[in-house]
C-alpha cells in the first residue's frame, strides 16, 4: 500500500508554519477545527488565531518540539482550546521546511474503558502501543507511557507522521500499514536513548494486527521489548568470534597487535594501544614478573577518529611507564586495571607524564582499561582500552570480553614471537652454511641470490660453486624438502658431502649416486616414524674451460637454462633422474659444448613455481627475462627475482646462481706425450722450463721443475703407456698433471730413515698449494697447483 498523504487527512487538523510564523499550508481537518478555509488562512500570520494564553511556553528558534494546550479563534467568534504537537519539519519529497502543528479532532474513548484497550493491556506485559485502524494512536499503557518523551494525553489520535517527521517515523507508520493489510507480524530493531536514560538502549518492537470477536480489524498492537543484554551479548559473541578470524592472520608481532587495535575499535572503545616488552634483553624470553618502572615499546594502535587522539607514543618507540601507572600495576598484578580518567588524584596522573595528562584532558577520555597480554606463563605487555567518544564507562562484561580477546591476541603475538625467533636462528644457520662469496675461478664468472620464504620459513634451498682441479668448477643447486632447522640442517650435511665428493672428482651421475645413499642413511637414522625422512632434488654439473664442455646430472632437480651468446635462451635438455632419498635408481649425465660468455641459470623451484602460474609458465617467464637482461650478472639476477617473484615476497624458498662460461685460451696449455723410459725424463725438464720461460713464469721454474719430474718418474715406474704431461695456467696458478692408464692411485706416505724412496710425493705436497688424483675412463691423472708469485 501506498503512504497516505497527511495533508489529504481530515481527522486531523494540520497546519504547516514556516519560522517567520506565517502559515504555508491548511488542511481540510483546519478548516473544519477553525472554520477558516485555506485560502483566508495561507500567507498570513499564524498569530491571528490566537486568542491569546497557552500552557507552556511557544517553540523558540533552538526548539525541535513543542506541545500545549492552546486557546484558537473560531471563523464564527467563538473560542477553541485544544491540545496542540507542534514539530519542526525537515525538507524532504518536496515537502516545504518548517513547523507541522497538529491536533486530533476527534477525542477517543477512555482507554481505561474501552475492552479493546483493555484486551491489549491484559495480554502484554511490555511496553504498548495502540493503534485503530486509521492508524491513529489509541492508547497506551503504563509500562510504554514511562518509556515516552512526551505526555500521553497529547499522543492520543494522532499517527506516527504527526509526532515526529524524523524518516525513521514514515518506516514505522509504513510497517503499521503493511501489517495492518496483510496480517503478518513484523519485528524492528533499534538502538536509542530514550526519555530518563543515560545511554543508549536495544529495542525489539513486535507489531500484531488485532481483531474482534467478529473478525474484524480493530487496530494494530505494537509491543516493545528492551533487549540491550541480549543485544550486548550477541556484540560480545560477534566481537569475539571476529578476534578468532581476524587477529593472527600472520606469523608477523606488530601485524598481529594491529589486529587486536583494529577488531576492538570502534567495537569496544574509542582507542586501543599495544605495548610490548622487549624480548631481546632477555634472549627472547621475559623472565618471571617485570618490575617497575618499565619500558614498553608501542607495536600498535587505532582511533576512531584517525590522528585523535594523537598518541602520544609512535610505532617502535620505547616509553617508561613508572609505578602506580595502570600499564606498571598491571604488568605486576597480573590483572585489568579499570580506571576513570582523571581519577580524583589528578597530580597523580601529572607526575606520570605530564604530556599524556594533557592529551587526556584534550581529547575527552574518561575511562581507560589497562589489559595484560600474557601467554603460556609469560607477560608479554600491555592492552589499553580508552573511551571518549561514548559516554559510558567500562563495565564488568567489557572487562571479560577484553581479556578473551587480549587472551586471543597474546597467544597469536607468543607464537609469532616464537616463530621469529626460529625463524631468525634458522636463517643465521642456512646462512653460515651457504656461501657468503663465491669463489672466484678462470672458467666461470658467477653470482648468486638466496631468498628464504616469506611465510612458510627458511628452507634448505643450497648452492655453491667449487673449484676442480685442471683449472675446472663444479656448480650445484639442491632443495631439500622441508623449513626449519632440520631442513636447514640437513642441507649443510648435504653441501658438505657434495663438496667432499667433488673434491675426488667425482663424474656428477657417480656423485649423485653416492649423495642419494646419503640421503637414504639419513632417513634410516631419523627413525621409522617418518617425522625425520629426509628428501632433496639436486642439480650437478662440471665445467671444463680447457675443452669448453659442461658435463651435467639432476636428481629430480629442474634443468637449467642457457643463454647462449648468439641466441635466445632455452631450457637445457637432461635426463630426468629421480630425487634423492628413493635409493637404487640410476642417474645419467649429458654433456653440453658452452661457447664463450654463455650463460647457465641454476635455480630452485620457488622461483618459477607460484599460486599464479606453474613450472612451464615460470620457464617462460624466466627466458623472456634473460633474453631481456643486460648488464652485470649481479644485475641479472636482481631483475629475474623482481620480475618472477610477487611483491610480498615468495612462498617457498629461493636460490638462483648465474654462471658466464669462460674458455682457456690454447696459448695457456701445453701437452706433451712421454715415452715410458726413465733415461728420458731429463729432455722432459728441458721442455718444461722452455715453455715456462716463454710464458714469462720463470720464477717458477725451480719448483715446477721437481715436481715435473717426480710426476712424470712416479708415472713411468708405476703406471701404464700411454702417458701425458699437461701443463696448463692462468694469471695466479699453474698447473701440472700428469696422465697413464692405470687405474692405481699413489698415497702419500712418510718414507723411514733408510727407505731408498716414497718421498716423492710428500716432496710435491710440501712444494705446491695441493694436489690430488683424479680417475677418468682411461685411466687417472695426478695434478698438482702451484701458486705464481705476484707481478709486483
Known sequence: MSPVNPYDDAATARAVIDDTGVVLHWNEGAHRLLGHPPERVVGRPAADLLAGGGQGTLPGPRDERWHGMLKLRHRDGHLVSTRVLAHRRRPDDGHPDGWLAVAALERQPDPAQDPLVNLALTQSPCAMLVFDEQLRLYGVNDAMARLMILPPEHLIGLRLTDIDSEPEYLKYEENLRRVLATGQQHEVETFQRVAGKKHAQAWLARVARLTGPDGRVRGICVSVHDFTEQHLARERLQLVNEASVRIGTTLDVTRTAQELAQVCVPALADFVSVDLLDPGEHGGEQPGKPVPPVSLRRAAHRSI??????????????????????????????????????????????????????????????????????????????????????????????????????????????????????????????????????????????????????????????????????????????????????????????????????????????????????????????????????????????????????????????????????????????????????????????????????????????????????????????????????????????????????????????????????????????????????????????????????????????????????????????????????????????????????????????????????????????????????????GKTIWAELALLDEE
Open 305 to 778: 577518529t584517525p590522528g585523535c587522539p594523537e598518541a602520544v607514543a609512535e610505532p617502535g618507540r620505547f616509553d617508561d611507564y613508572p609505578a602506580g601507572s595502570p600499564q606498571a600495576e598491571s604488568l605486576v598484578t597480573g590483572r585489568t586495571i579499570v580506571a576513570a580518567v582523571p581519577s580524583g588524584d589528578t597530580e597523580r596522573w601529572r607526575t606520570w607524564d605530564e604530556v599524556r595528562f594533557q592529551r587526556v584532558e584534550e581529547y575527552g577520555i574518561h575511562s581507560t582499561m589497562t589489559v595484560p597480554l600474557q601467554a603460556r606463563g609469560t607477560t608479554l605487555g600491555v592492552a589499553v582500552f580508552a573511551r571518549f567518544r561514548r559516554p559510558e564507562p567500562f563495565t564488568h562484561d567489557d572487562v571479560l570480553l577484553a581479556e578473551e580477546v587480549s587472551a586471543r591476541a597474546a597467544v597469536c603475538i607468543d607464537n609469532a614471537r616464537r616463530y621469529s625467533r626460529e625463524r631468525e636462528t634458522t636463517l643465521t644457520l642456512q646462512r653460515s652454511l651457504l656461501p657468503r662469496h663465491l669463489p672466484p675461478t678462470a672458467a666461470v664468472q658467477a653470482a648468486s641470490r638466496y631468498l628464504p620464504a616469506a611465510r612458510a620459513g627458511v628452507g634448505g634451498d643450497w648452492f655453491d660453486v667449487i673449484p676442480l682441479s685442471g683449472m675446472r668448477v663444479a656448480m650445484v643447486v639442491g632443495d631439500v624438502v622441508g623449513h626449519g632447522i632440520q631442513a636447514s640442517a640437513t642441507m649443510g650435511r648435504l653441501r658438505t658431502a657434495v663438496r667432499t665428493l667433488a673434491d675426488i672428482d667425482l663424474a656428477p651421475d657417480e656423485l649423485l649416486t653416492h649423495l642419494d645413499d646419503l640421503v637414504v642413511r639419513l632417513s634410516d637414522e631419523s627413525g621409522g616414524d617418518g617425522t625425520g625422512e629426509v628428501g632433496a632434488t639436486c642439480l650437478y654439473a662440471v665445467y671444463d674451460p680447457v675443452s669448453r664442455r659442461c658435463t651435467l646430472a639432476r636428481a629430480g632437480h629442474p634443468p637449467p637454462v642457457l643463454v647462449p651468446p648468439d641466441g635466445p635462451p632455452q631450457q637445457v635438455e637432461l635426463p630426468s633422474g629421480p630425487p634423492l632419498g628413493l635409493g637404487g635408481l640410476p642417474f645419467e649425465s649429458a654433456e653440453l659444448d658452452l661457447s664463450e660468455g654463455s650463460v647457465l641459470a641454476f635455480y630452485t623451484d620457488g622461483l618459477i613455481e607460484s599460486r599464479e602460474r606453474d613450472g612451464d609458465a615460470g620457464i617462460a617467464l624466466l627466458c623472456e627475462t634473460l633474453a631481456a637482461a643486460s648488464g652485470t650478472l649481479d644485475q641479472t639476477c636482481d631483475r629475474v627475482l623482481r620480475t618472477l617473484l610477487p611483491a610480498g615476497g615468495a612462498a617457498d624458498d629461493v636460490a638462483l646462481l648465474l654462471a658466464r662460461a669462460r674458455g682457456l685460451p690454447p696459448s695457456r696449455v701445453a701437452t706433451w706425450d712421454i715415452p715410458a723410459d726413465p733415461a728420458l725424463v731429463a729432455p722432459v725438464r728441458k721442455q718444461v722450463l722452455d715453455q715456462l720461460a716463454a710464458w714469462s713464469l720463470t720464477e717458477a721454474s725451480f719448483t715446477a721443475e721437481l715436481v715435473v719430474s717426480e710426476l712424470v718418474t712416479n708415472a713411468i715406474r708405476y703406471g701404464a703407456p700411454p702417458i701425458r704431461l699437461r701443463l696448463i695456467h692462468d694469471a695466479t696458478t699453474l698447473i701440472c698433471e700428469v696422465s697413464d692408464t692405470s687405474h692405481t692411485a699413489p698415497h702419500l706416505r712418510r718414507a723411514k730413515t733408510w727407505d731408498e724412496g716414497g718421498r716423492g710425493l710428500l716432496l710435491v705436497a710440501q712444494l705446491t698449494q695441493r694436489w690430488g688424483s683424479r680417475h677418468t675412463t682411461e
